[in-house]
Every structure is written in C-alpha cells, then in structure tokens.
DNA sequence: CATAGATTGTACCAATCAGTAAAGACATTA
DNA sequence: TAATGTCTTTACTGATTGGTACAATCTATG
C-alpha cells in the first residue's frame, strides 16, 4: 500500500522531469501538481519559495549526484582512463543518448540563467576540475588537460543540442565516440595489466 | 519622420531578440509589443497565428541570413580555407563571443522543438551540409569531412552553453580557436599563393 | 478630394497563471 | 486516547496570458 503523505524528496525526481521537458516558465504550477501527484498546498508546504525554490533543489541534487557518480571517480580514481571510459557511459545513460535534455544547459541559454546562476556555474566548473584533474592524471600537462576538459564538456552539451535539433541519437553516440578517441590515451595500460589475451 | 505605419519586416529583427532573450513560451504578447513597439492590432495584422507564426518568420529570416553570409562562401568559394575561416568570424560576430544565445539551438532544447521541427532540422543540416562541402574541396575524404563538420557545428552549440554558463566569453573564444586548428589545413596554398613574404 | 485598403488603438474575452489562506485529515508520540 | 505537528484539500485572489472584434486612422491611388 502507497504511502498516503509524501516526502519532499519523492518531489524531487519528477520536478527535474518536468522542468527538463517543459522548461522554467513552461512548467506551471498544474503541470508541477500533475507531474509529481502534489497539490498546490503540498508544493508550497515543501517549496515554501514555490517555483524557484523547486527548481534550486532539483539543481542540488543534479549535482549530488553528478559529484558521485561521475566527478568522484575522476577526481580519485587511481585509473584514470577507466574513470574517463566510465564517465563516457554514464553520459549516454544519463543523457539518454541525447534523447534527454540537460535541464543545466538548457537554464544556461534561457533568461532564467542569472537566477540560477551560482548552481549552473557550480555544475560545469564541477564537471571541468574533475575531467582536468583525470587528464592530468594520465600525465597530460596542466594546459592541455584545461583546454580538452572544457573542450569535452562542451561537446557533450553541443551533441544534445544537435542530436535533439536532428531528432538523431545517432549524432549524440558518434560525438560521444570521438570524445573517447580523444581523451581516452592509448598505451596506457596502468588500469590493472590483466591483458592476458594470448 | 519616421513613418508612420510599420512593415512586417521592421518586426523581425526586435521578434529575435526577445525570443532569445525570453524563449518561445516566456516571450508574452507585452515583451513582444514593447520590443517591436507594435500593438497587438498590428501583430495579429502582419501575424495571424500569433506567436507561433513570429517564430516561424524569425527562423526563415536567420535561415536566410546563414544561407547568404555563412551557407553560401562555404558551399561556392574556391577557397574552402577562407570560407572556413570567415564562417568562425562570422559565428563569432553574429553570437557576441557566446553572450548571444543560439534561438535554432534554445528551441532545439525545449519543449517547443516539435512546432518548428522542420525550420530548426534545416538550419543544422544546411549548416553541415555547407561545411561539408568545404572540407571536401580542401582534400579531405567524405566521412571524415562528415564527421568533422557535425563536430565544429556541435561544438558551437556547446561553446554558447558553456560560455553562458561560466559567463565567460573566453570560453568560445578558446572553442573558435580550437576549431580554427581543427578545420583550417595546414600547408594549403591554394587561397591564391599570394605568399610573397620573402 | 474621394474612395479603398492597409495599419493601428482600444476594449474585451475566457483561460490560466503563481500564490495565499485556512480548515481538515493524517501520522506520531505520549 | 489525547495532543501535536506534518501533510493535504479546497476555495479563493488579483494579475496576466494569448487571442478576438471592430471602429478609427492613416496612406496610396484614382
């Protein structure tokens, strides 16, 4: 039997559904209550600061879970390639081979950024120090590794935009490629040596 | 004087910009006529399906625009090198180094992609058709000329995101450059070999 | 100057918007 | 079971939304 009261947190995942599909000023408050099963009074019980606040916590918890599963292992994982490869994937989960807005990005272009600005910023700067760091890792110097992290995030926003302009997933999977061919070094086979293909 | 009645086309340059700046749904019929100076009697005169019919005309004109500035040079110059490079000073011009977002590309993102579908499908593929077209003329083999001008035009979108998001114009300053070392073949003189540095 | 057509201002509409208020239902603890 | 604090329902507000209707005004042509 379902729960008869909700938890601010069950809240959470259909928020960032529908203001992914919908956008800032697209997602009213119906859509909201709709989505998420609430009513006004349950949102505004939760998100006392209604739609903006909704919004703000939907942005911390993009990035909890960004921080955990992919910038943590770029950040300390001791195989650097492995953390790239694994980043690479949890993209195209996540993304949903393009198919999927990135509800950061897509708040980037709209005029809503300044309101959202500090968790925008926080979002990408995140990603580009942990991918800097898994670069430099690989033994790539300072500068290089700088110009490919921003140059990697870059593309994945880039191919959602394509890929979804294309209404093609195939444009996302070929740029997600290429992001492997350019990042992943070859020759490197310090993630563990159990090449025993022989 | 200024005169006294508008034209349609007056419009369509202030339409742009406040759908840029306010995307389809967050751009009211008061933005509107405050950006075009128009009442909604001549709106509705010059577009009688409203809001959706600006945008459609906004998109034909910028369509238009790339075809004639950027499509064009990079389709018919003998010198696929300076049409390349006169597109990435275009792009860099007509985006303001990132401060000016991308309509074809914010709608691209939102929920509104489906209504103009087929206008935001045209401006992508004229544009990679176009650059294409370049970088076979310099020399190189089809399927890497495919891949190359899907990822310089990916790689616009994703500059304009990310240097939205850092607020940060060198961002797509860096992202230009880059693309310049990408797209730009090294000792190829056939731009006129007028080289007489000696 | 008269007429026709293009353009504009104003008043208006029903629907929807974000947000508020408060009484009631629920679960938890004692 | 009584009391407390959390959650939900319902009704409501005033403002704004996109869009319509139409009379008034302007401009070009005869």
Redesign the interface.
Known sequence: MARLVAERSDAIAPLAEVFR???Y??ASLALIGEATGLGKGSLYHFFPNGKEEMVQAVLAEIERWFDEAVYAPLRDEVDANGAIDAMLDSVMDYFRSGRR??L???L????T?DRF?QA??G???GWVDALHSALVRQGRDDDQAR?LS??A??????????S????DPA?FQ??ID?LRGRLVVEGNHNKGANDDSH
């Not at 995030?153 to 394509?162: D, E, R, T, W, Y």
């Not at 979804?164 to 209404?167: E, I, V």
Request: some cysteine.
């Open positions: 599909e919908h956008g000023e697209g807005v990135c950061v990005g897509a980037a272009v709209s005029n950024r600005s925008i910023r979002y990408f700067v110009l921003e140059d995030v870059l593309a994945i926003q880039g191919a959602i935009v394509l979804r302009a294309l209404d444009v070929r740029a290429q």
